[in-house]
């Protein structure tokens, strides 16, 4: 139906209308911001305008709020990080004085650039530009760093976590790993939020499996806070919260469930949220996903003899039934002593176990790494693999010291527990020895950045690799400096995108178009705060073999290197 109205500015002259305006039947009046008058003349329309200026004014009241927490919550770690960073200065020859403050700038950093990427999300979901990319993933890796970034903050607030997973059919499969991990990340991280300290949270993974197609499910269920009826109603809404982070000390966008809907939408999957108020909340998230179908590689455990340091009865009775399933000879103890006393055992027979899994031990059995710096130096014939849910990049060097070359993730499934034991055995005779800073002697790297203290930060990180660093200042001297010199004679390239004269998707290519026997062979890394998955797509595409997201992380950035060269 047609709608009656018209405006009149404020001299009373009507200065636009309806054809269907009829002034003598005008039934309201309302006045605009500007100063005009708007001169409804039916009630149909009078009650639609009203209902449309009435959730305007909601949308704008969300956004006010919305902006008015951003301007506390950015402030906040920005205050931190301003202050900590004075007083390091000040303090600069008390170490532990330093070493504080570095340690709180760092989190508020993290908080920081969270913040700032539920904003960028939330700009590029509604202007369409956010892209689902399709990639290899392992389940197991997925869950694992889900819940390396998620226990930290459960242990701050003295959590109970229970965390269940089936034996799952499937654990390779094709998405978008990065936005799933977000999608859990989020989920969980409210849970933790809005559960008080010493509250109980757990979180469940299921697969439903349908010809090539698995639906991956995870569920998580609270005892926090839980939410009323009309704010359920309203959880996708962007910018809302439960209330105000400058009353309930809670921060964050409001963004992050709507970006999660936005998200599960995207790839074809529901969330279904249950909750009442004071008593917890439910979320379930079903994906599907394709399956990979990869190999069993089980070479070289063949007559070979694993044991297995493994407290919990859970996990025991899981490694008994992929060690048997595998056909793999297997003995399982409890603590560092029983090790010990299996190890002395079969030595004294003239046997020997070829590896040890190390898992959780009893208490007061000593450190995992107290027991694997006896094991490599009494039996150096073993391969010793961690399982955990360490963050493997924060124990690498120290782990490594102590003999331990591998690691597997929790949660640990068959095939990937029955791989990593082949990949352990079949180089265990000549395994190079990782560190937290690969030894590139010899190596030359060409790095390509524009901004001067990018440079001198990325250049301070690859001094500790011993490797010959050249630099350039855009892409056109990446290219001068690649064709002036040897063949051969650079074995990676670092490029920056976003430089003056020639950016570095123009520069990769024309590197790879140069009729130089090494043009296609050299490997190019985007290093780059170009982060989202179509930035990666255009880096690929101009003939990139990786890419490194900025903030660096050192600990990536280290494993990128020792992998390549």
């Not at 403050?101 to 700009?123: E, P, Q, R, T």
């Not at 806070?225 to 000390?249: A, C, N, Q, W």
């Not at 190390?358 to 150096?380: R, T």
């Amino acid at each position: 139906m047609a709608r009656k109205f018209a405006i009149i500015n404020g001299e009373g002259q009507i200065v636009f209308q309806t054809k269907e305006f009829e002034s003598a039947d005008v039934t309201e009046r309302l006045a605009l911001s500007d100063g005009t008058t708007l001169l409804l003349s039916d009630d149909a329309t009078v009650q639609s305008l009203r209902a449309e200026l009435a959730e305007a004014k909601n949308a704008n009241a969300a956004k006010e709020e919305f902006l008015s927490n951003m301007s506390h919550d950015i402030r906040t770690p920005m205050n931190a990080i301003i202050g900590m960073t004075a007083l390091a200065k000040k303090h600069i020859d008390e170490k532990a004085r330093v070493m504080d403050a570095l340690n709180k700038i760092d989190v508020a950093s993290s908080h920081l650039l969270g913040l700032i990427n539920d904003i960028l999300d939330m700009s590029r979901i509604n202007s369409g530009k956010m892209k689902i990319s399709d990639e290899q993933f392992s389940l197991s890796d997925l869950l694992h760093d889900t819940l390396t970034i998620i226990r930290p903050q459960m242990a701050k607030k003295n959590h109970a976590f229970t965390f269940r997973v089936d034996d799952m059919p499937e654990e390779t499969l094709r998405g978008d790993p990065m936005r799933l991990r977000q999608i859990y990340v989020n989920i969980i991280s409210n849970a933790v939020k809005y559960t008080n300290d010493g509250g109980n949270i757990t979180v469940a993974v299921t697969e439903e499996m349908e010809e090539d197609r698995c639906t991956l499910c995870l569920s998580c269920t609270d005892n926090g806070i839980g939410m009323s009826p009309d704010f359920l109603d309203r959880i996708f809404d962007p910018f809302e919260r439960v209330s105000s982070s400058t009353i309930s000390r809670i921060e964050g966008t409001g963004l992050g469930m709507s970006i999660v809907k936005k998200l599960v939408d995207a790839m074809e999957g529901s969330i279904r949220i249950e909750s009442e108020l004071g008593a917890g909340t439910s979320v379930t998230v079903r994906i599907p996903l394709r399956v990979v179908e990869l190999p069993l590689h089980t070479e070289a455990l063949a007559g070979k003899h694993v044991l297995v340091i493994e407290a919990d009865r859970e996990q025991q009775d899981i490694y008994r039934r992929y060690l048997s399933a595998g056909d793999i000879d297997h003995r399982i103890v409890s603590s560092s002593s029983e090790a010990i006393q299996a190890l002395t055992d079969v030595d004294y027979r003239g046997e020997t176990f070829h590896a040890v899994i190390l898992g959780k031990k009893d208490e007061g059995s000593g450190s995992v790494f107290d027991i694997a710096s006896y094991l490599s130096q009494s039996f150096p014939q073993l391969a010793l693999i961690l399982i955990g849910d360490h963050n493997w990049e924060e124990i690498e060097y120290r782990a490594n010291r102590c003999g331990i070359r591998h690691f597997l993730p929790l949660p640990v499934f068959r095939k990937t527990l029955l791989n990593g034991l082949n990949d352990a055995l079949s180089s265990a005779a000549g395994e190079e020895q990782a560190s937290g800073s690969p030894d590139l002697s010899g190596k030359h790297i060409l790095l390509v950045e524009d901004n001067i203290i990018n440079r001198e930060i990325t250049l301070e990180l690859l001094s500790m690799t011993n490797a010959s660093v050249d630099t350039a200042e855009d892409g056109s001297k990446a290219v001068e400096a690649f064709e002036s010199a040897g063949e051969g004679y650079y074995d990676l390239i670092l490029m920056d995108i976003q430089m003056p004269v020639m950016d570095g998707y123009a520069a990769a290519r024309a590197i790879r178009s140069s009729k130089r026997a090494d043009a296609g062979s050299v490997r190019i890394i985007a290093m780059t705060a170009n982060t989202f998955a179509e930035d990666v797509a255009r880096a690929r595409d101009a003939g990139m073999d990786g890419h490194l997201a900025k903030p660096i992380d050192i600990p990536l950035l280290m494993q990128v290197l020792r992998q390549i060269l």
